[in-house]
């Protein structure tokens, strides 16, 4: 029983994964890890185990599996943590677009909402909710993203007379209300968010959360919202997030050098203001 009879195949050899698809985790094959090359290649030689190798290995087998069935499922939130704060978003035209989309549509509902409330709203549940460019309170209130539109032509959603009346006719697209260029379920701007993430993350947060009893939408929110937020944007594209007035408002060389020459013109300026100003306060 000690003498190796029975040849082994590694062809033969297969990954059980039907408890990591019931708890929704994700591991590597061998194939896909380092590996590789030592785990698929015995240079044209076969292994070769005894009797009583074989008949231990079937035993602990056994006991493996069934002690890895009684276990409870525990979702990875670490990783799964991690997996979001890590996606990017890399596409430099979506993030123009996403900054055109701040300055014509969320910069102007969220005023608008401010100068509506004027400090009265306490309601935890819609106060944080305002905080992003998905806001539901923006997208399914009246007065803000339905009757807002982009300032300019965008080539996925054709003109549309009726909406775009006013707006100069290029041919190069129509001019969406915020609330379709946000949710439109093909070309929408959430539904481009989306395809940035690996699908295999969304399936492994999907299954985590469903252990937990949360909702497909929570998550999703909770995933677009961390993609625009402007520290992530600041980190996709290099320290640039949504471009001040003019573009003008990031901390480069040349808008710092601009910076101090109007800083030293107004000084010169003062020079011969003030004692004016001060005249006239003397004579009244």
Not at 103 to 126: M, P, S, T
Not at 150 to 178: H, I
Request: aromatic share 10%.
């Amino acid at each position: 029983c000690c003498v190796p009879l029975v040849n082994v195949s590694l062809s033969t050899i297969t990954y059980d994964d039907s408890r990591a698809k019931s708890c929704g985790t994700w591991t590597p094959k061998p194939a896909e890890t380092g590996y590789a090359s030592v785990i698929s290649s015995l240079e044209g030689k076969t292994a070769a185990a005894p009797v009583w190798w074989i008949l231990v290995h079937q035993i602990s087998k056994g006991v493996t599996q069934a002690s890895i069935a009684s276990l409870p499922c525990r979702p990875d939130l670490r990783q799964l943590r991690f997996e979001v704060q890590h996606t990017r978003i890399n596409n430099p035209a979506l993030a123009q677009i996403l900054q055109d989309f701040t300055h014509d549509c969320y910069a102007l509902a969220l005023y608008q909402w401010k100068r509506r409330d004027e400090g009265k709203n306490l309601d935890e549940a819609v106060l944080p909710g305002i905080e992003w460019l998905g806001s539901k309170a923006f997208l399914n209130g009246a007065g803000y993203y339905d009757v807002l539109q982009s300032k300019t032509p965008r080539s996925d959603f054709p003109w549309k007379p009726r909406r775009d009346d006013g707006f100069a006719n290029t041919g190069q697209g129509g001019y969406p209300a915020c609330k379709e260029w946000w949710s439109d379920s093909q070309v929408g701007l959430e539904k481009r968010i989306m395809a940035q993430v690996e699908p295999g993350m969304w399936f492994r947060l999907s299954a985590a959360l469903k252990l937990m009893g949360k909702e497909t939408s929570e998550y999703k929110e909770a995933v677009i919202r961390r993609l625009v937020s402007p520290e992530n944007l600041t980190t996709s594209q290099g320290g640039h997030v949504y471009a001040g007035y003019g573009g003008n408002a990031d901390f480069t060389l040349m808008n710092s050098v601009g910076r101090l020459a109007s800083l030293g013109g107004m000084s010169l300026g003062s020079l011969a203001a003030f004692p004016a100003f001060d005249a006239m306060r003397q004579a009244l």
